[in-house]
């Protein structure tokens, strides 16, 4: 079964801290970009970050620079969203997906990507 797996969402205070996980199984992430995607109440999905199978380079929305860190360990088939200084509008259920042809023109459009993750909730509020 091909399957990705988010986990660490929840509820934070503005400017806490969460790391998101994403965790595949039934294939490895290796040859993958991983897209960290999010959907707010009433909004439509938007791309947050990626991060490259080729190099490893990693992109983020205007949004989200300086505060939020994608990385990978494909020891563990897994890809992290280090999340920082957290705002009341990063609220949105996240969503982890794969996909084996990303390029720089398609990686922020979700249709792109083959496989997606069930989401997991992150809400920031005092």
């Known amino acids: 079964q091909v399957q990705l797996v988010e986990s660490g969402g929840g509820l934070v205070q503005p400017g806490g801290s969460l790391r998101l996980s994403c965790a595949a199984s039934?294939?490895?992430?290796?040859?993958?970009?991983i897209g960290w995607f999010r959907q707010a109440p009433g909004k439509e999905r938007e791309g947050v970050s990626c991060i490259s199978s080729s190099d490893g380079s990693a992109y983020y929305a205007d949004s989200v620079k300086g505060r939020f860190t994608i990385s990978r360990d494909n020891a563990r088939n897994t890809v992290y969203l280090q999340m920082n200084s957290l705002k009341p509008e990063d609220t949105a259920v996240y969503y982890c997906?794969?996909?084996?042809?990303?390029?720089?023109?398609?990686?922020?459009?979700?249709?792109?990507?083959?496989?997606w993750g069930q989401g997991t909730q992150v809400t920031v509020s005092s």
């Open positions: 039934g294939f490895t992430l290796d040859y993958y970009t």
């Open positions: 997906a794969a996909g084996p042809e990303i390029t720089l023109a398609t990686m922020w459009r979700p249709y792109e990507y083959e496989y």
